[in-house]
């Protein structure tokens, strides 16, 4: 799976960024996509995903500020934006896009490379 990730960039506090990413390739029917992030010294952790069944999921420090959404194109490529808003300078990290591949006894991840998001105070 070919991951092609957009947007991003710098925003005051309180402001708002979408982040978009098109995944490629040999797609499983049964599939996850979204975004973590990694700030500097600290792990990658989840952002939010969402399931190829239309369930979502958000870690608490994004619930109500963010929104996950994907779309399938006609070319069988799928896309999910990240809506980013009432950034806050804590959400300053490098977010990647993320695909998970869901076979029946394990999970095949995919990486995009990573976008700079800087939110200023």
């Known amino acids: 799976v070919q991951l092609q990730a957009s947007g991003g960039g710098f925003v005051q506090a309180g402001g708002s960024l979408r982040l978009s990413c098109e995944a490629s390739?040999?797609?499983?029917?049964?599939?996850?996509m979204g975004w973590y992030r990694q700030a500097p010294g600290q792990a990658r952790e989840l952002v939010a995903h969402?399931?190829?069944?239309?369930?979502?999921?958000?870690?608490d420090f994004v619930k109500d500020r963010f929104t996950i959404s994907r779309e399938k194109e006609d070319s069988g490529k799928v896309t999910v934006n990240l809506q980013m808003t009432s950034l806050k300078p804590e959400d300053t990290a490098v977010y990647y896009c993320?695909?998970?591949?869901?076979?029946?006894?394990?999970?095949?991840?995919?990486w995009g490379k990573g976008t700079q998001v800087t939110v200023s105070s």
């Open positions: 969402v399931t190829s069944g239309g369930d979502t999921k958000y870690t």
């Open positions: 993320n695909w998970k591949n869901l076979a029946r006894v394990r999970e095949y991840h995919y």
């Open positions: 390739g040999s797609m499983f029917s049964r599939n996850v």
